[in-house]
């Protein structure tokens, strides 16, 4: 199990633009990604902040989907919209 959080501070007023690309970039990866299997988008108190989580197979799945065309078409269309981008990444421990 692989996971991803990221965090977008938007740009004043691109909120209402920003989050209809992302909830199809993420039904899109869901749909079309064997390797992701999970991929919330969620809105923080402050509504110019956008949360995701995702859940990849692994890091190689994480890879796929970001040289996928959806998701190259999707950062390229919310680039200007973006103030701040914050991305982490966890493997999971084995126990």
């Known amino acids: 199990m692989f996971a991803v959080t990221v965090t977008f501070t938007l740009k004043p007023g691109t909120t209402d633009t920003f989050l209809p690309l992302m909830v199809e970039n ?10 992701c299997h999970q991929f919330d ?7 110019e902040t956008v949360f995701l989580y995702e859940v990849y197979e692994d890091a190689a799945a994480f890879g796929v989907h970001l040289e ?3 998701f190259k078409s999707f950062d390229a269309a919310v680039a200007d919209m973006i103030e701040a981008k914050a ?8 126990r």
Not at 26 to 35: F, I, M, V, Y
Not at 41 to 47: A, E, K
């Open 68 to 70: 996928s065309p959806h």
């Open 26 to 35: 993420a039904s899109t990866s869901l749909r079309e990604e064997p390797g």
């Open 41 to 47: 988008v969620c809105l923080g108190d402050d509504p």
């Open 87 to 94: 991305v982490h990444q966890y493997s999971e421990v084995i």
